[in-house]
């Protein structure tokens, strides 16, 4: 944390002590009860600029140069909120130009892309511009940086839906789930743009076979299988086990010697509902072996750290069947 | 986070550790009561945006440690008095700071272990989190307006903890507000309405389900599953699929489980391994990850962990509001848990 105050005192910066346009202001330090006056090695600039930030809020000053000084502050801390508010009622003040704003913004997200405050200042921003031209790039900037940034994908969900910018994030979203097939928040995306359009029957076709051709290429992967869980359900009533075509995906992958815990999780869920809705007593019998089998396949040899979870939904089929 | 103005003089011997061979037990209260002694105070400004949680997190772990007495309370008192707004009730992380749910929160939970709520004016701070309730059931962190299913957490637990649930909240709104927050695709929750599941605000919203009775509403199965998943080869646990294991991120699986009833389904020995691998054995205090700095916030949820899978020495500590059981029987408070299937 200390390093960031190397260039403490660096030519450029002229402390406000010495500047004359604030000659006039007295620096207020914080007054901290029984604070420790100890030698102050850490930075003579941080406590300079907060001290002035004190003083030019006891005084309400809204200004040119308190709004100078709030970025001297944000950029030793970005995380204090308190001078983010004040920044944001100078502004409004002053009636500065807020298109001015988002390009400082643009800066400060680059260097501070996960931290509440900034993204929440740009929020405003946006909205009182009531202007959101620029947030899926800058969204889409910060995504290269960091695929999963939950900053990132917040605001950009926020600026869809308050401006519906729906139309190509699904191509968007399709090209993050190709550079990175195991990125929950691209799928996540996926779902939140499919369930505005409305997730008709169409739709749904069309998804459990992206999703399948995504499994495809690579079995184990937690995200495409929510996914696909998620679709067959808002589709089937809650269900999983309607759908021919991803049964027989689903047992050609097991019988091809696939064992993903995903897959076997997935197809313990299919064989449980079918095993329920059984009249028939003999093929329900089948069915529940079925998951009998894979529940323990799972907790001896796939996934014996949660043994005791699969052994769980063993039980619990058991009870389900005696009950009936 | 700086407790030298809050340490009373140290009076325990601290080199008695064989005890807890594998927890470095007086390490880490040392730790916590010099934490920023040794340091100039750069990070002390730094941090100074979130004191108030801070020294929650620090007297918390003290007491689940039984070490509570460590800390003067008086002083943490009138600063916590300082620190409530006059004029909306709500609290500031430190002077000279603007008013938040998330420091609010804080505030109230040192004051319940402290026994303490008559200290300061209570109505005012029911006021305060009922006016930051808006129409849908969310609830704004602040007057600036940013939603989040954090702070519908903060609101009833702040509440609960006054004892003020009835009547000052729509709590039927709120509940269906957090819900509309769970995603269809793995059962989990996000921070707003599809956004993408996170340990983190899971927490917060299973939290939230169990201060208002409502736990009745979660798809446990998938859930708990989706959460079971987050433990890794390491046995430590992540927030999203494909990121590192955290001990932070391990409390709020834990917890989340714990309320769920479903503790035992993620394996308890390895977290501990996990968990023990990030103290730090020479400064005290546990690291986000193996081999990192250690900080006050992973040390309480690394303590906070340990505590709830049972580890000797530690006071037992309540899953929903991340305090001590005790503190929670005695002001009468019983969070829903679901029982073991
Ligand atoms: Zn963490």
Redesign the interface.
């Given at each position: 944390?200390?390093d960031s105050?190397s260039d403490d005192w660096s030519e450029e910066w002229i402390p406000y002590s010495q500047r004359a346009e604030w000659a006039d202001v007295v620096p207020l330090a914080?007054?901290?009860?029984?604070?420790?006056i100890?030698?102050?090695?850490?930075?003579p600039k941080?406590?300079e600029v907060?001290d002035y930030f004190?003083a030019i809020?006891a005084h309400k000053e809204k200004s040119p140069r308190a709004l100078e000084l709030t970025a001297d502050a944000l950029q030793l801390?970005p995380?204090?909120?308190?001078v983010w508010?004040y920044r944001?009622d100078i502004l409004r003040a002053l009636g500065s130009d807020l298109y001015e704003e988002l390009d400082y913004l643009e800066e400060v997200i680059r260097d501070n892309a996960k931290n509440?405050q900034v993204w929440?200042h740009r929020r405003?921003i946006v909205e009182m511009l009531n202007n959101p031209s620029k947030e899926l790039e800058l969204t889409e900037v910060a995504l290269e940086r960091d695929n999963?940034n939950?900053h990132a994908?917040?605001h950009r969900?926020?600026a869809i839906?308050a401006f519906d910018l729906y139309e190509n994030e699904l191509t968007f979203v399709d090209r993050l789930i190709a550079e990175d097939i195991?990125?929950?928040?691209a799928?996540?995306?996926r779902?939140?743009v499919l369930?505005h359009f409305g997730l008709t029957p169409e739709v749904v076709q069309r998804e459990i076979q992206y999703t399948m051709n995504r499994i495809r290429v690579v079995k184990n992967n937690?995200?495409a299988w929510?996914?696909l869980?998620?679709i067959l359900?808002?589709g089937d009533h809650g269900t999983v086990n309607r759908n021919v075509e991803v049964i027989s995906f689903c047992e050609e992958l097991y019988a091809s010697g696939v064992r993903s815990p995903y897959l076997l999780?997935f197809l313990i869920d299919l064989y449980k509902e079918q095993c329920l809705q059984q009249t028939n007593e003999a093929d329900a019998e089948v069915l529940s072996k079925k998951v009998y089998n894979l529940c323990s396949d799972m907790s001896k040899n796939h996934d014996v750290?949660?043994r005791?979870?699969w052994q769980?939904?063993a039980d619990?089929l058991k009870l389900k069947l005696s009950e009936k | 986070m700086d407790f030298t103005t809050f340490a009373k003089p140290s009076t325990v011997d601290t080199n008695n550790d064989k005890s807890n061979s594998d927890l470095h037990f007086w390490k880490h209260v040392e730790y916590i009561e010099n934490h920023g002694k040794d340091q100039d105070d750069f990070e002390y400004c730094m941090t100074e945006f979130l004191r108030m949680s801070g020294i929650y997190w620090g007297v918390t772990a003290l007491d689940i440690m039984n070490q509570l007495d460590r800390l003067d309370r008086k002083s943490i008192i009138d600063f916590i008095r300082r620190c409530q707004c006059p004029v909306t009730g709500g609290f500031a992380p430190c002077e000279g700071h603007d008013p938040h749910m998330l420091y609010t929160l804080s505030a109230i939970q040192i004051l319940c272990i402290y026994d303490a709520l008559n200290e300061i004016d209570c109505e005012a701070v029911v006021r305060y989190v009922s006016g930051l309730q808006q129409f849908d059931g969310s609830f704004f962190g602040d007057k600036w307006g940013e939603v989040d299913t954090r702070f519908s957490f903060c609101a009833v637990a702040i509440l609960t903890l006054l004892g003020r649930m009835e009547g000052t909240i729509n709590v039927e709104r709120a509940v269906k507000f957090v819900m509309s927050c769970c995603n269809q695709t793995d059962g989990g929750f996000g921070s707003k309405p599809g956004a993408e599941s996170h340990a983190g605000l899971i927490y917060c919203c299973v939290g939230f389900l169990s201060l208002t009775q409502s736990l009745h509403l979660l798809d446990i199965d998938k859930l708990g599953w989706w959460l079971c998943e987050r433990q890794l080869t390491s046995g430590g646990l992540n927030g999203r699929p494909e990121k590192l294991p955290d001990v932070c991120y391990s409390w709020w699986v834990l917890s989340s489980l714990t309320i769920m009833g479903r503790l035992h389904w993620i394996s308890a020995d390895k977290l501990k391994e996990f968990i023990l691998s990030c103290q730090d054995n020479e400064t005290g205090g546990f690291a986000d990850r193996t081999g990192n700095l250690p900080d006050i916030f992973h040390t309480l949820f690394g303590i906070g962990a340990l505590s709830l899978l049972g580890f000797e020495g530690l006071k037992p500590i309540n899953p929903t509001l991340c305090m001590p059981q005790y503190v929670i029987d005695r002001l009468g408070i019983k969070p829903q848990i679901l029982p073991k299937p």
């Open positions: 944390m200390s105050d914080q007054d901290d009860g029984e604070r420790p100890v030698a102050i090695a850490y930075s941080f406590r907060f004190r809020i801390n995380a204090n909120y308190t508010q944001r509440y929440h405003v999963k939950y994908w917040q969900q926020w839906k195991r990125n929950n928040s799928w996540n995306q779902f939140f369930k937690e995200s929510n996914y869980g998620g359900r808002h999780a750290v949660r005791k979870y769980y939904v619990q | -």
